[in-house]
């Protein structure tokens, strides 16, 4: 959506020197953000990214986006492998992170949270 917007990917977001005016409070730079232009052209981006989610989810023989699974999404991992996504990222059982053990790699994201605030914090048992 971004490049629609106008972005150039200037990766000046944070500092309000946005050169195309898409990432700024600053009046003079947003002044170029044409939103009368830029709503058509964002609305033709949306269209169009639907259209090809729609089209690949029919080429896979899925005919609603609820019965899209993570198993039917594909990822490159490195030059010669490649898994879906129900492999890199799989479900935990209910409560399973209430209580060691704990699944594989999660032990240490849970070992650094608190359940009072969401700032980083060390456990020590």
């Known amino acids: 959506m971004m490049l629609a ?4 990917q ?3 977001c944070n500092t309000n020197t946005c050169p195309t005016g898409v990432a700024t409070q600053n009046p003079k730079l947003s002044a170029g953000l044409n ?3 830029k709503k058509v052209r964002v609305a033709n981006y949306h269209h169009e990214t639907i259209k090809a989610a729609v089209e690949l989810m029919g080429a896979a023989g899925i005919s ?7 198993s039917h999404i594909y990822r490159r991992v490195s030059a010669n492998q490649i898994q879906t996504y129900a492999e890199m990222y799989p479900y935990l059982l ?4 209430l209580e060691a053990p704990y699944p594989q790699g999660w032990e240490l994201n849970v070992m ?3 359940e ?3 700032e980083h914090a060390i456990k020590y048992a």
Request: charged content about 25%; overall charge negative; aromatic content about 4%.
């Open 5 to 8: 917007v106008g972005c150039i």
């Open 10 to 12: 200037a990766l000046e």
């Open 35 to 37: 939103v009368d232009n």
């Open 64 to 70: 609603h986006p609820d019965k899209l699974h993570r």
């Open 94 to 97: 209910k409560g399973s992170l």
């Open 112 to 114: 650094h949270s608190h």
């Open 116 to 118: 009072e605030t969401f």
